[in-house]
């Protein structure tokens, strides 16, 4: 896939998703991500990034996001890697935030906020 075919998927997406935005929303990444092969499609494919991404992109100096994580180096490194795969879907690095306030072995979440 290329980039422009990424980035035009994600501008349909954020066109689709109308012009409301809440202060705050949060949705879970789902653990199959990880057993996956990892593109922008996949990425995309996920609907807690799919919609954070949008919303990001609708307000992109109103919106940040948070990845939420449970402690542990898996844990972090997959954090890590999910901000990698945003910045490269256009959202600003300095918009994106990882706090480590999950429990145990819980999935990730992403959490988008108004500011």
């Known amino acids: 896939m290329t980039v422009f075919r990424v980035w035009q998927m994600i501008m349909v ?8 935005v809440a202060n705050a929303t949060e949705a879970k990444i789902s653990p199959t991500l990880w057993a996956l092969p990892r593109t922008g499609r996949t990425i995309l494919a996920q ?4 919609q ?3 919303r990001y992109l609708q307000q992109p100096n109103n919106i940040y996001l948070i990845i ?7 844990s972090m490194a997959k954090a890590e890697e999910l901000r990698s795969w945003l910045i ?10 990882i706090l480590g306030d999950l429990a145990a072995n819980q ?9």
């Open 13 to 20: 997406a954020t066109l689709t998703m109308g012009s409301a």
């Open 47 to 50: 609907s807690a990034i799919h």
């Open 52 to 54: 954070a991404v949008g």
């Open 68 to 74: 939420h994580r449970a402690a542990g180096d898996e």
């Open 88 to 97: 490269s879907l256009a959202v600003e690095a300095s918009h994106i935030s």
């Open 107 to 115: 999935p990730l979440r992403v959490e988008t906020r108004k500011q």
